[in-house]
């Protein structure tokens, strides 16, 4: 699947007196998150961000902002609903949310603009991008769905990787995150999230890369295809409904 934008952990920080149990802070009234702002002049994020330092600007000149659609924005309104309990944190992560044409990938051979990466989180920029394929069906028939899909797997980086939304705490390293502790322990990653024991039992394809992977695309299935996910991995149905509504 693809979808990039594993986040950079975040220095740590910590609200005192902030310690709660998982899923608690879903238990916070959706008014009270602080939702991140959604901005017309995403390729800025996006290019000044380190994670493409030193691509030419070239490159960088192709990514083109892109405002949301009141279709997108209505859209971008029912995840962060969905997902608010997670944000209670004045200090979570997410600052902005914007839309670009393009992405940049960088490997071996250099950066290149392209269209194949549906959404990415710059923890450097406090910035979620969603590109122009972030509704192609892949994992939904339908775009809309897909749309959605694509934002709530790319919130769930920014929100949980290197970012505990019970204690408000960040740390440098995603395998010190005492919530990604949690969650490899009860899916079956070892230590290092990186392997799995039991493949097999991933939500999709793409969530075999690692445990962060994984997490962000059982929380979107866990939204839209909830039963599908159950079905596969009752453990994830049952993280997932603990950590976004809070209870048992």
Known sequence: MPISGSPRPAKPSQTPGAKEALGKAAQT????????????????????????????????????????????????NEVLD??????????????????TAKAISRDDSGCQAETS????????????????????????????????????????????????PRTCTAYDNMADNPLMQEWAKATGWDPTLSNLADPSKAPTDYAQTNAAEDLSETVMMYLYAPDELKKKSPERAAFAKKLLEGGP
């Open 29 to 76: 009234c959706a008014k009270a998150a602080k939702l991140p702002q959604l901005i017309d002049d995403g390729a800025k994020a996006l290019t000044g961000s380190d994670a493409y330092k030193g691509c030419p600007q070239a490159v960088k000149d192709e990514i083109l902002s892109k405002a949301f659609t009141d279709e997108e924005k209505a859209q971008v």
């Open 117 to 164: 990466t549906y959404g990415e989180w710059f923890e450097d920029q406090g910035t979620l991008i969603l590109t122009d394929v972030a509704s192609n069906p892949l994992d939904f028939k339908d775009k809309a769905t897909q749309f959605k899909g694509t934002l709530a797997h790319e919130l769930t980086h920014g929100l949980t990787n290197g970012f505990d």
């Open 82 to 99: 969905k997902m608010g309990g997670l944000m209670a944190c004045a200090n979570h992560p997410i600052k902005q949310i914007g839309r």
